[in-house]
C-alpha cells in the first residue's frame, strides 16, 4: 500500500467516495480513480498542496463553496506535477449534465490561473460557437471584480477584456466566426459546449497558438448533444482507448459524469452520476425532477432529459410525437361548435393522393380540431394502406374522389361549406399548396394565409404539441383517421438538436392530417368568446 498522506486530502476525499460506493458514481468515474491512482503515489509526482489550498480559497472567497468533486478536479488543475515540473494532466475533459456546474467552476479558473502560475502574460482564451455561450464565464469573473473594490486594485476588466495589472494576463472570449485568430498567445485555451463543435478545426486554430507560455492548458467543458461523430464522440472514443490501455502518453483528465444505462434515469438515486450536484442542491433536485415528470409524458422531452441532464445521447434521434394513450385521449367529446371562431387548414404531399382539411377550435388550453380528407382513387390502386379506409368513408372522415386529382375547387368548397355553420378566420397552407389552391380560394373569398413547414416552425411548436397530447387538450372525438395519422409522426431531431415532424414509413402511413393541425396551431389567434347561437331565430350573438 502506497503512503496516502503525501496525497492531499481535496483529492484523496473525492477518491474514497467513489471507491467505496458512499458517493453514487458511473463506470467513468470509477475507470478515472483506479486510472489516476496509478500515477499519484509514483515517486515522480509532486503534489503543491500551497497552491492547490490557495486556489481553493480564493474560490470560496470570491465565488462559492466547492464540493468534493470540485475540489478533486481543481486540484488536478493546479497542483499536480511531474519530478520535471511540468503538469501531470495538461488537457481536462469536464463532461456533465446540465447543472453540475461547470461553468461556475470555469470561472474559478480563469480567476485563480495567473495568480497561481504567476507567468506574466499567461493569457486565457474562452472558445464556444456563439458569444452568448462564449461570454458566460467571461461575465461571471467580470462582475466579481467589478463588485470588489480590493479586486480592482489587480484587474482592469472591461466588457471584451478582463487583464491582471500586474502580470499582464488577458482574459479573451471568442467564437467560431471571429474573422481571425492571428496573433494569439494563450496561456490556456477552454472550449465551452463542445458537443456543438461538427470537428476540430476550430480546435486547431486555438491549440495551435500553444506552446509560447508555459504550463499551457486545454480544457474542454460541455454536456452531451445531438451531433454525432462531431469532435465530443471522438474524444469520448480516445477517452474510453485510455482507460482501456490502448492510448499511453496523453496527458488527459477525462472528469465524466454520465449515466451508465438509459434505463437509470427512472431511478432518481442514479441521477448523481450524471449531475453530482444534486447532492448537496436541494433546488436543482426539485427543478431536475419536475423536468423528469414532464418528460415521461413526452417522448421529445425525455431525449432532451437524457442527452442534456443525463448525458445519454440517442443516435438519430426521434420519437414517436405522442404516447399512444395519449392519442387515445383525443377521443373525447365535441360540444357543439356552431357559431364558434376558427382557423381552418389544409395539407397534402400530392393532389393525386391524400389531401387533408380541417377546422380548429380553442376554448381555454382545450382545442377541438374538425378534420376531413379527399383521397384520389388513383392512390388507392398503387398503394394498399395500412388504415380501414372504408370505415373511414362510412364514418364520414373522408371520402374518394373520382377525379384523377383532388381539384382546388373541391378543397375550397369544403371550407365555404363549413363556413356557413362556423366563423372561419383563415386557412394556413405552406407556400407550394398555397400556390396551387389560392386562386380557387381568392374566387370563393376565403382567406388563405401562408405557414413555413420545416425545423423552424416545428420546433417553435413543439412544446405546445408535447403539452396538447400529455395534457389531454387537443380533441378528435370519434374521429380514429386522425389518430392514425399521428401515430404515424415521429419528432426528428438534426445535428443541431432542431425537431421536425415526419412520416414514420413513407408509404402505407399517411400524415396530412396531423400536419394540417400543426399548420393550423401555426396561426390560431387569442379567440374572442363563442358566439351564442339561437336555433329557434337562427341568429348568431357576438
Same mark, same amino acid.
Request: proline residues 3%; charged residues 30%.
Given at each position: !500500500?502506497?503512503?496516502?498522506?503525501? @496525497? ?13 460506493? +458512499? ?11 483506479? $486510472?489516476?491512482? #496509478? ?23 470570491? $465565488? $462559492? ?35 453540475t456546474g461547470k461553468n461556475g467552476l470555469l470561472s474559478t479558473i480563469i480567476f485563480n490561473l495567473p495568480d497561481i502560475n504567476n507567468i506574466p502574460k ?7 460557437? /456563439? ?15 467589478? !463588485? ?13 477584456? &478582463?487583464?491582471? #495589472?500586474?502580470?499582464?494576463?488577458? &482574459? +479573451? ?53 445531438? &451531433? ?71 417522448? /421529445? ?87 380501414? &379506409? ?42 407550394? *399548396? ?17 405557414? *413555413?413547414?420545416?425545423?423552424? /416552425? ?17 380533441? $378528435?372525438?370519434?374521429?380514429? !383517421? ?12 438534426? /445535428? ?13 402511413? +399517411?400524415?396530412?392530417?396531423? !400536419? ?6 401555426? @396561426? ?10 339561437? *336555433?329557434?331565430?337562427?341568429? *348568431?350573438?357576438?
Open positions: !500500500m502506497k503512503n496516502i498522506k503525501k @496525497i492531499t486530502p481535496h483529492i484523496t476525499e473525492w477518491l474514497e467516495l467513489v471507491k467505496t460506493g +458512499k458517493f453514487v458514481a458511473c463506470k467513468e468515474q470509477l475507470e478515472l480513480m483506479e $486510472f489516476v491512482e #496509478k500515477r499519484i503515489y509514483d515517486d515522480d509526482i509532486v503534489i503543491r498542496e500551497d497552491l492547490i489550498d490557495k486556489a481553493i480559497e480564493r474560490s470560496e472567497t470570491y $465565488f $462559492f463553496k466547492l464540493y468534493p468533486f470540485q475540489r478533486f478536479f481543481t486540484s488536478f488543475v493546479y497542483g499536480v506535477y511531474k519530478a520535471d515540473g511540468s503538469l501531470l494532466y495538461d488537457e481536462y475533459l469536464f463532461l456533465a449534465g446540465r447543472g499567461y493569457n486565457i482564451d474562452i472558445v464556444a460557437t /456563439s458569444e452568448q455561450q462564449a461570454m458566460t464565464s467571461f461575465d461571471e469573473v467580470y462582475d466579481v471584480i467589478d !463588485m470588489k473594490e480590493k479586486l480592482k486594485k489587480f484587474w482592469r476588466h472591461t466588457k471584451k477584456v &478582463i487583464q491582471h #495589472k500586474k502580470l499582464r494576463a488577458k &482574459i +479573451k472570449y471568442h467564437t467560431s466566426n471571429a474573422r481571425t485568430k492571428d496573433g494569439l498567445r494563450p496561456g490556456a485555451v477552454i472550449f465551452d459546449e463542445i458537443h456543438e463543435f461538427e470537428n476540430d478545426e476550430l480546435i486547431n486554430v486555438f491549440t495551435s497558438a500553444l506552446g509560447k507560455v508555459d504550463f499551457a492548458r486545454i480544457f474542454y467543458l460541455t454536456t452531451d448533444g445531438y &451531433i454525432r461523430g462531431g469532435f465530443l464522440d471522438e474524444l469520448k472514443k480516445l477517452v474510453k482507448e485510455i482507460f482501456a490501455g490502448e492510448v499511453e502518453g496523453l496527458n488527459i483528465l477525462p472528469f465524466i459524469f454520465k449515466l451508465d444505462d438509459p434505463e437509470e434515469v427512472h431511478n432518481p438515486l442514479m441521477w448523481l452520476k450524471a449531475i453530482p450536484m444534486l447532492e448537496y442542491d436541494p433546488v436543482l433536485l426539485r427543478q431536475v425532477t419536475k423536468e423528469y415528470k414532464k418528460a415521461l409524458n413526452s417522448p /421529445s422531452k425525455m431525449i432532451e432529459f437524457l442527452t442534456k441532464r443525463m448525458n445519454i445521447p440517442t443516435q438519430d434521434a426521434f420519437a414517436a410525437v405522442a404516447e399512444w394513450d395519449d392519442i387515445l385521449a383525443t377521443d373525447q367529446e365535441i360540444p357543439d361548435l356552431t357559431g364558434w371562431q376558427c382557423v381552418g387548414a389544409v395539407d397534402y404531399a400530392d393532389v393525386r393522393d391524400f389531401v387533408a382539411v380541417g377546422l380548429l377550435f380553442r376554448k381555454g388550453d382545450k382545442r377541438y380540431w374538425l378534420h376531413h380528407s379527399f383521397i384520389c382513387h388513383r392512390s388507392l390502386k398503387l398503394t394498399k394502406f395500412k388504415f380501414d &379506409i372504408d370505415r373511414a368513408v362510412k364514418e364520414g372522415y373522408c371520402e374518394i374522389v373520382q377525379d384523377d386529382m383532388v381539384l382546388p375547387e373541391t378543397v375550397a368548397n369544403w371550407f365555404v361549406e363549413k363556413n356557413k355553420t362556423y366563423r372561419i378566420l383563415k386557412v394556413a397552407a405552406d407556400d407550394w *399548396r398555397l400556390s396551387v389552391l389560392k386562386d380557387k380560394f381568392i374566387e370563393k373569398g376565403i382567406p388563405l394565409e401562408k405557414v *413555413r413547414s420545416g425545423p423552424l /416552425s416545428h420546433g417553435k411548436l413543439a412544446p405546445l404539441v408535447d403539452s396538447l397530447f400529455a395534457m389531454h387538450n387537443i380533441v $378528435f372525438g370519434k374521429d380514429f !383517421m386522425m389518430r392514425w395519422y399521428t401515430n404515424n409522426v415521429f419528432v426528428k431531431f438534426d /445535428s443541431k438538436g432542431n425537431k421536425t415532424y415526419e412520416k414514420i414509413e413513407p408509404k402505407t402511413r +399517411k400524415t396530412d392530417g396531423f !400536419m394540417a393541425l400543426v399548420h393550423a396551431l401555426l @396561426i390560431e389567434p387569442e379567440y374572442k368568446a363563442p358566439a351564442k347561437f339561437n *336555433r329557434k331565430l337562427k341568429t *348568431r350573438t357576438y
